[in-house]
Structure formats: C-alpha cells, structure tokens
C-alpha cells in the first residue's frame, strides 16, 4: 500500500452506520500493523463519532485536526454552521485530507450525513469526492427502503465518476426483528449492484458501541472487513 492513499466513507442517510464502520476499519488496519488513521472533516452535534474514533487512534490526531469543522447544531452542516464564522470550503476540506494523509498509509474519511447534503453555498461531499478521486465505501442501515436508498447513491456515485465503489448493509437491529426481510434486502442489492460488491456487517450488540466493543466485534467480521479493503 503506498503512502497517503484515502478511502471516504459515506451513507444514504444519517444514523446509516459510517462511523461504526469506519471504527471497525480503522482498527482492523492499526491491529494488523498497517499505517491507519481516520478523520471526520465535520461533524454536526455531539462529538460521540469522534471520540470514538479518537480512542482507536490516541495521540496521533489532535481532535481538532481530526475534525476541523465542529458545529454543535445536529443539522445539516450548512444549517449547523450559520452564525459560525468557520465554514468548510472545498479547499480548507482537501488542506485538511492533506495534513492528514501524509501521516499514513491509508486515510479514512468519514462524511457526515449522505453524498448530497449540503454543507455549504453550493458545496457537497460530491464536489470533494471529484477532487479526491478515492475509492468510496458506502454505509447503509439494513431496513426498509434500503434498497432504494442504497442504489440511488451508488448510481449517483458512477454518475460522477467514482469508479472504485462498495456497498455495507450495517444491521442495528437483532436477526429477530425482520431478520428474513434483511437478508431479502441483502440479496436484492447483490442482484442489483451490477459489479459494486455488497458486503453485510452483523448486529453488534444493544449497548451503546464503544471501542472495545469495537475490539472484540472486530475479530468477527475480520473476514469482511479485508474484502472490504480490497476496493482500496
């Protein structure tokens, strides 16, 4: 793996799973000995997403540059950020990746929210993603209208030229709860993903994740995880 690579998570929606997702990759990466990071650009509300990420990656990011653009307003980050005299623009978000990805091997991104949310005057993550040319993991929360959800982004994704792409059903439920409809979702989206791989997370548990839930979940989706790496 060469040096500064990037893989950016994004998900239909918010709450899709992006950052349990990015949690399991990050530490996955560091546990194997692979030069990992991750950073969340902006984060919208409570910093619950970064201080997780944070305790899998301690001392190498300071909070502020894993996340330089804060607002404490659970909105969209473009309504999050009125009255804020910071805003992100595409250059400070690239400046940002790029103080990051020189200190390892493989950066990754965390969006917030979905591809198309705007985070400023005519700025969304599609406008970065063009710029970064990286490969794009997309995080979707297995329940109904997933299907739809999931195949807009992917299609939209393409549409903009996002070659190297994959899909992550992320269960947040028990099996017992629509266990057979998930898995219907699951193999509809194979069928319909032409040659985005599809790839499934299972539930981690009803308390809140943290990471040495991370740690011990890890050892169990090992195997999906290293597919998952392959679009790198």
């Given at each position: 793996?060469?040096?500064?690579q990037?893989?950016?998570?994004?998900?239909?929606?918010?709450?899709?799973?992006?950052?349990?997702?990015?949690?399991?990759?990050?530490?996955?990466?560091?546990?194997?000995?692979?030069?990992?990071?991750?950073?969340?650009?902006?984060?919208?509300?409570?910093?619950?997403?970064?201080?997780?990420?944070?305790?899998?990656?301690?001392?190498?990011?300071?909070?502020?540059?894993?996340?330089?653009?804060?607002?404490?307003?659970?909105?969209?980050?473009?309504?999050?950020?009125?009255?804020?005299?910071?805003?992100?623009?595409?250059?400070?978000?690239?400046?940002?990746?790029?103080?990051?990805?020189?200190?390892?091997?493989?950066?990754?991104?965390?969006?917030?929210?979905?591809?198309?949310?705007p985070?400023?005057?005519?700025?969304?993550?599609?406008?970065?993603?063009?710029?970064?040319?990286?490969?794009?993991?997309?995080?979707?929360?297995?329940?109904?209208?997933?299907?739809?959800?999931?195949?807009?982004?992917?299609?939209?994704?393409?549409?903009?030229?996002?070659?190297?792409?994959?899909?992550?059903?992320?269960?947040?439920?028990?099996?017992?709860?629509?266990?057979?409809?998930?898995?219907?979702?699951?193999?509809?989206?194979?069928?319909?993903?032409?040659?985005?791989?599809?790839?499934?997370?299972?539930?981690?548990?009803?308390?809140?994740?943290?990471?040495?839930?991370?740690?011990?979940?890890?050892?169990?989706?090992k195997?999906?995880?290293?597919?998952?790496?392959?679009?790198?």
């Open positions: 793996m060469s040096r500064g990037c893989l950016f998570i994004t998900g239909t929606d918010t709450g899709a799973g992006k950052t349990i997702l990015t949690a399991l990759l990050l530490h996955h990466l560091r546990a194997s000995g692979a030069s990992a990071l991750a950073l969340k650009p902006i984060c919208a509300g409570p910093r619950t997403d970064v201080r997780l990420l944070q305790s899998l990656q301690r001392g190498a990011l300071d909070d502020d540059e894993m996340n330089p653009f804060w607002y404490q307003t659970p909105a969209a980050p473009i309504t999050a950020a009125r009255g804020s005299r910071k805003k992100p623009t595409l250059t400070q978000l690239k400046k940002a990746i790029d103080r990051a990805r020189k200190q390892c091997d493989l950066l990754l991104i965390e969006g917030a929210g979905g591809l198309m949310v985070l400023a005057k005519g700025l969304t993550w599609e406008e970065l993603l063009q710029l970064l040319q990286c490969p794009v993991l997309v995080a979707a929360n297995n329940k109904l209208g997933v299907i739809n959800h999931t195949l807009l982004t992917v299609k939209r994704l393409q549409s903009i030229g996002a070659e190297r792409l994959a899909v992550c059903l992320m269960n947040q439920r028990p099996a017992r709860q629509g266990g057979r409809a998930r898995q219907e979702n699951f193999n509809v989206l194979r069928e319909n993903c032409g040659k985005v791989p599809v790839f499934e997370i299972p539930f981690l548990g009803e308390k809140k994740v943290d990471s040495r839930q991370i740690r011990a979940c890890e050892k169990k989706v195997k999906v995880l290293v597919q998952i790496l392959k679009i790198v």
